[in-house]
Nanobody
Framework: QVQLVESGGGLVQPGGSLRLSCAAS????????MSWYRQAPGKERRMVAS???????HYTDSVEGRFTISRDNAKNTVILQMNNLKPEDTAVYYC???????WGQGTQVTVST
């Protein structure tokens, strides 16, 4: 069955970095566009970054230049490198398999002093 397992969340101070990882299984990963979404308390879930099957990337404006999405098709993994984190980046981050419409369970990212 399809599985997406996120890891790498945690508590970090403003200006710090975190690396989120999403391990995928149960589908042909290399053919699937993948995305990271986030949902802050009381807000809608919104797309943060996406990467296509041919590595074309897209970022929401608020993370452009700070976050980098990448994929390793040999390991069926999609990575979100987050630098210069800000308190407004605090949210639960979800991995999403485009086309399949499948979500991971989410990982909490908290940016605070």
């Amino acid at each position: 069955q399809v599985q997406l397992v996120e890891s790498g969340g945690g508590l970090v101070q403003p200006g710090g970095s975190l690396r989120l990882s999403c391990a995928a299984s149960g589908f042909t990963f290399r053919q699937s566009a993948m995305s990271w979404y986030r949902q802050a308390p009381g807000k809608e879930r919104r797309m943060v970054a996406s990467i296509g099957a041919v590595d074309r990337t897209h970022y929401t404006d608020s993370v452009e230049g700070r976050f980098t999405i990448s994929r390793d098709n040999a390991k069926n993994t999609v990575i979100l490198q987050m630098n210069n984190l800000k308190p407004e980046d605090t949210a639960v981050y979800y991995c999403y398999a485009e086309g399949l419409g499948f979500w991971g369970q989410g990982t909490q990212v908290t940016v605070s002093t």
